[in-house]
């Protein structure tokens, strides 16, 4: 599963640039061991970029949206374009009872 923080701020990088952080979580594992300090169960996927604010009027927040939607879904076409051909496809994964069977990651 992927999920969205609140927005950060990246001051000790480089000054006032913020981003939301998108996190990669594994959801099929029992909450007490997902949400244990030391679990890799949830991973920085990605910061996605803020873009500037335009002027406040009623054409520049029309702007303004079609900015951000054209924004996060360049970024989320380059984020997840690697898992295109394992999601359609599958891919073989260990398992704990020595059996190698094809898993197919959903994405949500």
């Known amino acids: 599963m992927i999920g969205m923080s609140d927005q950060t701020n990246l001051t000790n990088c480089s000054r006032d640039k913020r981003a939301w952080p998108v996190y990669l979580m594994m959801e099929n594992l029992q909450s007490t061991i997902r949400n244990r300090p030391g679990s890799i169960a949830i991973l920085l996927l ?8 335009l002027a ?23 984020i997840f374009a690697p898992f295109n051909g394992v999601v359609l496809d599958g891919t073989p994964i260990d398992c704990t009872d020595s059996k190698i069977p094809r898993c197919f990651p959903i994405m949500s």
Do not use: C, M, W, Y
């Open 56 to 78: 406040k009027s009623s054409r520049a927040d029309k702007l303004q949206r079609l900015i951000n939607a054209d924004t996060l879904s360049g970024v989320f076409k380059l």
């Open 46 to 53: 990605e910061l996605l970029p803020i873009p500037l604010r």
